[in-house]
């Protein structure tokens, strides 16, 4: 009902930058929540950024004064701008959404882009 797509990512060298896109489709009357998650060989996804519709975006420890995400609602899109990567980066990044969907809302998740971080 709701597919996810993202793109941007790919080989970058440390201490450059990276801007993620995630576009979402499909019947969806309104979306709330969206969040740009992490997962690193052999570790747990984490949150990496969350923007809520009219308020002050947060992100993880790791990442902030580095990242800046953002949506444009017209396109039902969001986004991460990654600057001064480091190795630790180095992940597969993936866009959650939390879209109204007919009368019921639920989170969608996208299938994921490799972001790799060369020292």
């Not at 947060?58 to 600057?83: C, F, G, I, P």
């Not at 990567?85 to 180095?90: A, F, H, Y």
Request: net charge positive; glycine share 10%.
């Amino acid at each position: 009902q709701v597919q996810l797509v993202e793109s941007g990512g790919g080989l970058v060298q440390a201490g450059g930058s990276l801007r993620l896109s995630c576009a979402a489709s499909g019947r969806i009357i309104s979306i709330g929540t969206m969040d740009w998650y992490r997962q690193a060989p052999g570790k747990q996804r984490e949150l990496v950024a969350t923007i809520n519709p009219g308020e002050t975006p947060t992100y993880a420890t790791s990442v902030k004064d580095r990242a800046t995400v953002s949506r444009d609602n017209a396109k039902n899109a969001v986004y991460l701008q990654m600057n001064s990567l480091k190795s630790e980066d180095t992940a597969v990044y993936y866009c959650n959404v939390y879209a109204l969907v007919g009368s019921k809302w639920d989170a969608y998740w996208g299938k994921g882009t490799q972001v790799t971080v060369s020292s």
